[in-house]
């Protein structure tokens, strides 16, 4: 965009995003390749568009088996968050290969996905420049309804993500 627009996109610095990578340098907070792909989003559109493409992006990666893009044609196993923190995500990945963290497998996937998020992303803002964008395909879990029905009358619980893979379910 920098290139064939220019302004304003060619004012973003896009180095600052480097520091999200390893959900937050290592902390495996959000996933680092969310950042970047919602910051596009954030400055393409406003009010509820924004909000829908947002919301599509978080529920698209919880529920999508990663990675898409294979690098280096490696062949990896894929496996799905069901969350949006880097720590879930990668670690899912790591059990499934049992792989340790510095391997280079793991460090190809996080690549991988992140071409996901980024063409995703890129997808669904073109589809948003068109008017024919489609939101809603992807939602949060059902149980986060089914928890909320309470949680969101009583105190302290907030967000959209899947409570029971964290929580389990403390009432059973
Ligand atoms: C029918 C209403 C209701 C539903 C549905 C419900 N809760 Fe609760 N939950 C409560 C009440 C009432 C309390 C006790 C008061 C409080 O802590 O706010 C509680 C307490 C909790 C606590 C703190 C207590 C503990 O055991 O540590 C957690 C965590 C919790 N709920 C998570 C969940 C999750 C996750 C779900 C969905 C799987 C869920 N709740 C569904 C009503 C509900
Ligand atoms: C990424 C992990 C994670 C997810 C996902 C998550 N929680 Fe929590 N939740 C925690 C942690 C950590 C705490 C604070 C420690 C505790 O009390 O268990 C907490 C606290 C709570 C509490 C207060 C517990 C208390 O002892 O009073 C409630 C209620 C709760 N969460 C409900 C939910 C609901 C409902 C959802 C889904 C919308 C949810 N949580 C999703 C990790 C999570």
């Not at 340098?25 to 406003?46: K, M, Q, R």
């Not at 529920?63 to 968050?81: C, E, H, R, S």
């Not at 340790?100 to 998020?117: F, I, N």
């Amino acid at each position: 965009m920098a290139e064939v627009v220019g302004y304003p996109f060619n004012q973003i610095p896009t180095e600052g995003f480097s520091a999200f990578k390893s959900g937050v340098h290592g902390w495996g907070s959000i996933c680092g390749a969310l950042v970047p792909a919602i910051y596009a989003i954030n400055v393409v559109a406003e009010g509820d568009d924004q909000v829908k493409m947002i919301n599509e992006l978080m529920a698209w990666y919880k529920d999508t088996p990663f990675p898409i893009y294979q690098p280096k044609g490696m062949n990896l196993p894929t496996t799905v968050a069901d969350s949006s923190l880097c720590h879930v995500s990668v670690t899912k990945f790591m059990q499934a290969m049992n792989i340790p963290r510095d391997a280079p497998e793991r460090k190809e996937r996080c690549g991988g996905l992140t071409a996901d998020v980024a063409k995703f992303t890129v997808a669904m803002l073109n589809d948003f420049a068109d008017k024919k964008l489609a939101t809603g395909v992807f939602k949060p879990s059902a149980v986060v309804g089914e928890c909320m029905a309470c949680h969101s009358k009583l105190e302290w619980a907030h967000g959209k993500e899947t409570c029971t893979s964290c929580h389990g379910d403390p009432h059973k």
